[in-house]
């Protein structure tokens, strides 16, 4: 086997950022979801661990595209990072494996491949399920994924003007100074109701524990893609606003577990049975996405294993073809 001889190779946030961008992410996504829908995905497994100043996830699945690959990825969230010691808040690595022999195939920094994958699964469930002629977007949360899931929905729709929303102001302001999409005219607000009222599209992607985006802010038509709920106690939606209209999840067992969803059902709104689709379902024409211009669609995005498996794979075969990054040797 190649790999044996090659080694394991190692990539750093830097190499990773250079060596792939947003399309490369939302292609790895598209094939992602698609496979899943196509019965490719393999064994998938998750495991959240509170930790004195924040959090791990565990995420670890298995894709079968051509050849079988696996990625575990372990992410700390420790929201304080940037302010107290900068570092990033959400940080950690990815061990690409060989699916046949369980080579590790790269270790790979996470981060990067995570706040660019996540964008691109919103963006593409954006193409599925936004009205085409969206042109106002609400983002809720201005730190790092906020200015990726901006920019990806950039280039996903027509838009021209976003409000942005944090409950740090200073954080909107920074947010505003560092807008990253020319033509695009981004306001800062501290009213996020009147805000989403006049939006096409509305993103969360905080990580809040009580619920702020109120079924009352929401006007028909409104696309949503909350982000930020990956943990058990994460919650971002009124679950109002989930029971009254159409529900798509990433993984359904999954957002039973950590996402929007989870809080819904536990509040007695909802079922499974209520959730329209999956995002694969809908990316591979198994049901339908948006059918009306009134329908309010919500995308709840708990971050799925194949996507970082799909991600991965393609950044590593991206440096394997420009000779980027260390190969090094477990075994000698």
Not at 68 to 97: E, Q, S, T
Not at 157 to 177: T, W
Request: with cysteine.
């Amino acid at each position: 086997m190649k790999e044996n001889l090659r080694g394991t190779l190692l990539l750093d946030r830097r190499q990773i950022s250079e060596l792939a961008g947003f399309r490369d992410y939302f292609e790895a996504a598209e094939d992602a979801f698609r496979a899943q829908a196509n019965g490719q995905a393999l064994a998938q497994g998750l495991l959240h661990l509170d930790a004195p100043g924040g959090e791990f996830h565990v995420k670890a699945g298995g894709l079968d595209l051509g050849q079988a690959y696996f990625a575990f990825k372990i992410n700390g969230g420790f929201y304080a990072n940037a302010r107290d010691h900068r570092l990033p808040n959400i940080l950690g690595a990815i061990v690409l494996c060989c699916g046949e022999t369980g080579f590790p195939l790269a270790v790979m920094e996470s981060g990067e491949i995570t706040r660019q994958r996540t964008a691109a699964a919103a963006a593409l469930a954006a193409t599925y399920l936004a009205r085409k002629n969206s042109c106002t977007i609400t983002i809720c949360g201005c730190g790092t994924q906020g200015q990726a899931q901006l920019l990806a929905m950039k280039q996903t729709l027509p838009l021209a003007k976003a409000f942005v929303f944090d409950a740090d102001a200073s954080q909107r302001q920074k947010f505003v100074e560092r807008n990253a999409c020319p033509g695009m005219t981004v306001v800062p607000v501290d009213d996020l109701g009147a805000a989403v009222r006049q939006s096409d599209v509305c993103v969360t992607c905080t990580p809040s524990r009580r619920p702020f985006l109120q079924r009352e802010y929401v006007a028909p038509g409104t696309f949503i893609a909350a982000i930020g709920a990956d943990s058990p106690e994460k919650q971002e939606l009124d679950p109002a606003l989930l029971a009254s209209n159409t529900v798509v999840v990433d993984r359904l067992e999954q957002c039973k577990k950590v996402g929007e969803l989870h809080h819904a059902i536990e509040s007695g709104l909802l079922t499974r049975e209520s959730v329209h689709a999956e995002l694969a379902e809908i990316v591979s024409g198994k049901k339908p996405g948006r059918i009306s211009g009134d329908e309010i669609i919500i995308f709840d995005s708990t971050g799925t294993a194949v996507q970082d498996v799909a991600a991965a794979v393609a950044v590593y075969h991206k440096a394997l073809a420009q000779n980027v990054g260390v190969h090094f040797h477990f075994w000698g």
